[in-house]
């Protein structure tokens, strides 16, 4: 079974700060699923490093007032353009991140507040039909 899976987690430095989360049971992980990673960040054109992004209305803003709402919806589609072509039912994307979080995300204040809510890939690939957990949920897989 072909399952996207966020890069970072596979150890891949390419969250905002440059560095990964690598998950710890990854290697259970590659010999039941065949893994194809995706960073909707960097799909959408956004370089790594780059300013932390959260959530704001329907906008995705930097902490710097930017705003990368357009990277993060192309980030997204081309996310959902993979899981199409590889006929992807899974997704196991990073938690609470402004892409990839599925139940929680920052709450847009730079405070480092959680919030329900899900980011702009997980809820496009949500609405795709395509189920989205996060690595902390990866026995629903």
Do not use: W
Not at 2 to 29: F, M
């Amino acid at each position: 079974m072909n399952v996207l899976i966020s890069a970072c987690l596979l150890g891949v430095g390419c969250r905002y700060d440059g560095i990964s989360k690598k998950y710890d049971g990854i290697e259970n992980l590659i010999g039941k699923y065949n893994l194809i990673p995706v960073c909707p960040e960097i799909m959408g054109g956004l370089k790594t490093p780059r300013n932390p992004a959260e959530i704001v209305g329907d906008r995705v803003v930097c902490d710097n007032s930017d705003d990368v709402t357009a990277q993060y919806l192309k980030g997204a589609r081309e996310t959902l353009r993979l899981a199409k072509m590889f006929s992807c039912e899974f997704a196991i994307l990073k938690a609470n991140s402004p892409s990839c979080g599925n139940s929680k995300i920052y709450d847009g204040t730079f405070s480092h507040r959680l919030i329900d809510g899900m980011g702009v890939t997980a809820k496009l690939l949500t609405e795709n039909g395509i189920k989205v957990i996060n690595e902390n949920e990866i026995s629903e897989l």
